[in-house]
């Protein structure tokens, strides 16, 4: 079981999350310096073409060159199963126990349920590198994931889920962009969104304009109880608009057919697909709403089944060096982790995060807390009633 004082305590903290800016995050960490530098291909030679190594990885995060380039430099081959969605990788490795894969990537959100699933290992702290990280990063993984005195994730690349649109189709301002902004009378039928997304937003927005009494949303995690009374009326909502709702997308390939072939104009998504698209020259943009964009933290685990530890911490090594972490942010449209690799990223990449976040966007962003599984396991049943209604 989760603790709930624990809970109630990153609660709090969250609330008080106003500093966590990406100003803050790259130039701060910068300047508070970090160890000699590493060539990104630096591996020891015990590992220098020997081994293999098995990923369970988010399907648009590791972008080319990123593993060609690792496989190259160490002789380590690299096989990756991906998914697009937390529970598609809690069910892989819930039913093998584990075993299978080196390393898997959770979202710093799901902390509680992988310690209840008891899938992972703990990191040898003392194989890791994470003088290279942003100690705001850092602190996120340490904060949520460390248990038993132990460090069970690190980080990997950050981003958001805000609002993105089709710039032919429709006219969007920052200062009047909304979560409920998807349900004007002009967008019926031209939305998309995940189901349990659209319930959050539908909640900050309710809650910034007085509908719904929530603290931002937080008291949804407070316990059972809050939680069904806020999500019923969020559901009502919800059901009373599906009219508004073109597809229910579940990864970021079908985020982009959405935009560029299904009829949708506007939506909810995570920011590195429509920013992606947006970099290809395409007509499609993103921005953070008024109430905030949702930030998330996706990060590495190693698994109880770990069979290629060694090469895991290579691997680690590698993606946390600044070359590699640019190469992340530059090819999926997310943030790096590691120190200096702002500096490294395209013009196009770091114009398009000041066009996401402008003006006090920064300063806005709502952190996803800690999940308990019993609020994973009724918010699916919730966004499973909305999907089917």
């Known amino acids: 079981m989760v603790d709930k004082k624990k809970l109630n305590s990153t609660v709090a903290t969250l609330e008080a999350a106003g500093s966590f800016t990406r100003r803050v995050l790259l130039k701060g960490a910068v300047a508070a310096g ?28 590791l972008p080319d060159p990123v593993i060609p380039d690792f496989e190259k430099a160490t002789g380590i081959k690299v096989k990756t199963t991906p998914f697009s969605q937390n529970e598609e990788q809690i069910n892989k490795l819930q039913a093998a126990g584990g075993d299978g894969f080196d390393l898997c990537q959770p979202t710093h959100d799901r902390a509680p349920q992988f ?11 003392k194989k890791l590198t994470l003088d290279s990280v ?11 994931w460390r248990w038993d005195g132990k460090l069970y994730h690190v980080p990997h690349t950050w981003g958001s889920e805000a609002i993105s649109w089709r710039t032919d189709l429709t006219k969007i301002e920052y200062k009047t962009l909304s979560y409920g902004s998807l349900w004007k009378d002009e967008y019926k039928g031209k939305v998309q969104g995940r189901p349990h997304s659209l319930l959050l937003g539908i909640g900050l927005w309710m809650d910034a304009t007085g509908q719904l009494k ?19 009326k969020l559901l009502k909502f919800a059901i009373e608009h599906k009219a508004w709702i073109k597809q229910f997308w579940d990864s970021a390939d079908n985020t982009k057919s959405g935009l560029l072939e299904n009829g949708v104009v506007i939506g909810q ?28 933290l996706d990060g590495w685990a ?65 952190q996803r807390p800690l999940e308990p599984s019993w609020f994973a396991e009724l918010r699916t049943q919730y966004a499973e009633k909305f999907k089917a209604a």
């Open 34 to 61: 970090a160890a000699a530098a590493v060539g990104p291909w630096y591996v020891s030679n015990a590992l220098s073409s020997s081994g293999e190594l098995s990923l369970l990885n988010w399907d648009d995060e």
């Open 115 to 125: 310690k209840d699933l008891a899938v992972l290992q703990p990191f040898d702290e």
């Open 134 to 144: 942003l100690p705001s990063m850092v602190k996120i993984s340490d904060g949520f």
């Open 214 to 232: 929530s603290n931002r949303m937080l008291d949804a995690y407070k316990d059972e109880a809050s939680m069904k009374a806020i999500y019923d």
């Open 269 to 296: 998504t995570w920011d590195g697909p429509p920013l992606g698209l947006k970099k290809a020259g395409k007509p499609v943009s993103y921005m953070a709403p008024q109430e905030g964009a949702i930030t998330w």
């Open 302 to 366: 190693m698994s109880k089944g770990a069979k290629n530890v060694e090469q895991a911490y290579a691997w680690l090594k590698y993606v946390h060096s600044k070359e590699a972490s640019a190469k992340v942010a530059d090819g999926s449209g997310y943030n790096p982790v590691a120190k200096g690799a702002d500096e490294l990223l395209s013009p196009a990449a770091k114009k398009n995060f000041q066009e996401a976040y402008p003006e006090d966007a920064l300063s806005r962003l709502w």
